[in-house]
């Protein structure tokens, strides 16, 4: 087989594999970005907000400068195998110490950790809390479900549920626990407090896409903060192992228009309005074991 002929083969497969790729993609891009694991995936979740993108850059340049160490580490190998071979050496040096090469592989290393630990710690705290804060919602981690409350728009509440995968529709089943009853809106653009924390044991709040992850703990309320630049479905899950069902807890979050969480926001509070036509308590005011009934503030806010 001549060589043209190879080329036109990879370029028939590589024009199949495209293609193939471009129509799996396309349900999801017709539907709006969805912050999910899809076969075949590598590297992180796209980013669906600023937080992610951070996460982004700081694992670009860890990687990168893996990469680096990783090939100087292999060519310094291969260059001392070929230039020390026994046949090139039959006498073998017999140094035991090098300063200037001993202060070299202790200085360069510490140099190295210092690059990655400023962007790392500037990184923890862009994560923190957000000081303009547009909207607070309270995360209430519970054994197997989660609960969250709207404190800033009549503080109404809802727990959310996984739904079975009879309970999709087919173009949806690929979703299965990972879709939910009642999602968690939010309006895009907007800088989102979020507080967490748990009714029983501990939870872990996690939604890779948006880059925000946070213990709920029962007796603290934990801060932390998310911003969705774009309209989709993030999703999520407890990634804490909290009982046996720890499974049946994931996280949507669905980020829309300011007009249309206005709407929401409207027919949520008659929704989930209580029983005797008042809105339901805030989290923090939520029952509680009696071990935890005071709320301790982990965190004190600068």
Known sequence: MRLSDGKRIWAVIGGIAAVVLAMAAAPAMAQGMVGAPHAWGMGLQEAGGPIKEAIHHFNNLVFGIIVVITIFVLALLVWCVWRYRASANPNPSTTSHNTLLEVAWTVVPVLILVVIAIPSFRLIYYEDRTPNADLTISVQGRQWYWNYTYPDNGNFNFDSYPLTEDQL????????????????????????????????????????????????????????????????????????????????????????SREDFDKWVAEARTRFASADGTEAPAIAAAPAPAQTETLQIAEARR
Do not use: K
Request: charged share 20%; proline share 7%.
């Open 169 to 256: 529709p087919p173009e949806r089943r690929h979703l299965f626990r990972l879709a939910v009853d009642n999602e968690l809106v939010i309006p895009v653009g907007a800088n989102i407090r979020v507080i967490t924390t748990g009714r029983d044991v501990i939870h872990s709040f996690f939604v890779p896409a948006l880059g925000v992850q946070r213990y709920s703990i029962p007796g603290r309320a934990l801060e932390t903060w998310m911003r969705a630049d774009r309209e989709g479905v993030f999703y999520g899950q407890c990634n804490q192992i909290c009982g046996t069902n720890h499974w049946f807890m994931p996280i949507a979050v669905r980020a829309v």
